[in-house]
């Protein structure tokens, strides 16, 4: 396992690199280094702006080369975000360092995310995957109900957990957002005030047979209910009726 030296000198290794790349014109510190933050688990996460008429992605390939070469990575995946590109990466002490590289002209903080900027000149903070649609997330939550109820009646129990998981994680989400914490993976939901995770753990699946599944569905709609009340009370209105008979709650 990772140190938390191996840590700081992996990040110390990135930016001289970058410093020392005149195609990157801009570096940052993200993540909870940014905000000063870093516990022992945490990652090493960097922004890099690359500059105008240089391709994105040949930049991150070089620097992939060098993650393989000299750093001992032994996987990768990539996630886009508009016009930045992410690839994250897991070296062989299990640490993880993810890698962001934007064209100069979007070099800057994406969401809410810590941005502390190490070199270059940072545009405004720019839209991004940090503000989630509270009306999308109600939608996600009352498909997951109904396909839940429908995944018990046809016998396929681990399609029905899938679902009924994802209902308890929209709510912790919608919860996040309503009261200012931190929305994406779950990264606030350890802020959430019981009357908030007593009902969503109700709705933990406890075993893979229908009538547990029953029973965790119900747990999980009446929590959303509840949860929808505070958000949206038009849509917990519009919504109840049909949400109990799906989960078939009494």
Not at 171 to 183: D, E, K, N, S, Y
Request: glycine share 10%; with cysteine.
């Amino acid at each position: 396992m990772f140190t938390v030296d191996r840590r700081r000198h992996v990040r110390t290794q990135l930016l001289e690199r970058a410093r020392g790349d005149e195609r990157i014109v801009g570096a940052a510190i993200t993540g909870s280094a940014a905000r000063d933050a870093e516990d022992r688990w945490s990652d090493v996460d960097l922004f890099f702006g690359v500059a105008a008429g240089i391709a994105v992605e040949k930049t991150l390939s070089d620097c992939s080369s060098f993650m393989y070469r000299e750093l001992s990575a032994i996987h990768h995946f990539d996630l886009r975000a508009g016009s930045a590109i992410y690839r994250a990466f897991l070296l062989e002490e299990l640490l993880e360092v993810d890698l962001g590289f934007t064209p100069a002209g979007t070099f800057g903080p994406i969401g809410i995310g810590g941005f502390r900027v190490v070199f270059g000149d940072a545009v405004d903070r720019q839209p991004g995957s940090g503000s989630a649609d509270p009306g999308h997330l109600i939608g996600l939550a009352w498909h997951h109900v109904l396909h839940a109820r429908i995944s018990i009646e046809r016998g396929a129990l681990w399609q029905a957990e899938h679902w009924i998981s994802g209902i308890r994680d929209h709510i912790l989400t919608l919860a996040c957002l309503r009261l200012g914490h931190p929305a994406a993976y779950a990264k606030g939901a350890d802020r959430l005030p019981p009357d908030v995770t007593g009902p969503a753990q109700e709705a933990l699946v406890r075993s893979l047979d229908a009538g547990e599944l029953s029973r965790a569905l119900g747990a999980a709609t009446r929590a959303l209910l509840r949860e929808l009340r505070e958000n949206d009370s038009g849509a917990a209105e519009t919504l109840e009726k049909p949400l109990l008979n799906l989960a078939a709650v009494s």
